[in-house]
């Protein structure tokens, strides 16, 4: 397949899609974004934030009785876990709009087959197809888009807990 009949195909998916089909790549591509940082950020950034927490804890550590220790070691997780976390609820929201906007596009798209019926009929076949086929294109973007969002953010959450528990195991071993 050349570029110019990829091209062709992807437009006339686009053309059928209409508008929300415009909507829900928009909203997939910032929800590709935001995974995409989030990886990023564990593989590049995350070790330097650990590090930093850790000399934070050695500093502050000898001066402190057992409780405020525990608390400390509470606070520095927390810290921690707010940084993985960082825009998780973001992508949560994303993979819940991207279903409602395959839903909005559905409708739009039924709307438009009962205008074809209230005009022509059911003789009309090509434009209820239309309208049947913006319904359809639709929703399956907002689903398929919304699930592969679904799998990344439970595995960020994932990631975010084990690093949690991980990291502190290694400030309480590391007294």
Same mark, same amino acid.
């Given at each position: 397949?050349?570029? !110019?009949?990829?091209?062709?195909?992807?437009?006339?998916?686009?053309?059928?899609?209409?508008?929300?089909?415009?909507?829900?790549?928009?909203?997939?591509?910032?929800?590709?974004?935001?995974?995409?940082?989030?990886?990023?950020?564990?593989?590049?950034? /995350?070790?330097?934030?650990? #590090?930093? &927490?850790?000399?934070?804890?050695? %500093? +502050?550590?000898?001066?402190?009785?057992?409780?405020?220790?525990?608390?400390?070691?509470?606070?520095?997780?927390?810290? &921690?876990?707010?940084? =993985?976390?960082?825009? &998780?609820?973001?992508?949560? %929201?994303?993979?819940?709009?991207?279903?409602?906007?395959?839903?909005?596009? +559905?409708? #739009?798209? /039924?709307?438009?087959?009962?205008?074809?019926?209230?005009?022509?009929?059911?003789?009309? !076949?090509?434009? /209820?197809? #239309?309208?049947? =086929?913006?319904?359809?294109?639709? !929703?399956?973007?907002?689903?398929? +888009?919304? &699930?592969?969002?679904?799998?990344?953010?439970?595995?960020?959450? #994932?990631? =975010?807990?084990?690093? %949690?528990?991980?990291?502190?195991?290694?400030?309480?071993?590391?007294?």
């Amino acid at each position: 397949m050349n570029w !110019t009949e990829y091209k062709d195909g992807l437009a006339a998916l686009f053309e059928q899609g209409g508008l929300t089909l415009w909507a829900i790549l928009f909203a997939s591509i910032l929800l590709w974004i935001l995974i995409i940082e989030r990886y990023w950020f564990h593989w590049r950034q /995350m070790g330097d934030v650990r #590090s930093r &927490l850790r000399a934070d804890w050695q %500093a +502050t550590r000898k001066d402190l009785d057992d409780e405020m220790r525990f608390r400390r070691i509470r606070a520095i997780v927390a810290e &921690l876990i707010a940084e =993985s976390n960082r825009n &998780l609820p973001a992508l949560q %929201a994303l993979t819940g709009i991207l279903p409602l906007l395959g839903l909005l596009g +559905t409708v #739009s798209g /039924m709307i438009k087959v009962f205008e074809v019926i209230t005009v022509f009929g059911t003789g009309n !076949t090509r434009g /209820m197809a #239309s309208g049947i =086929s913006e319904a359809l294109v639709t !929703t399956m973007a907002g689903l398929f +888009t919304a &699930l592969s969002g679904l799998y990344f953010v439970a595995d960020l959450e #994932s990631r =975010s807990e084990n690093l %949690a528990l991980r990291f502190e195991t290694e400030l309480v071993e590391g007294e």
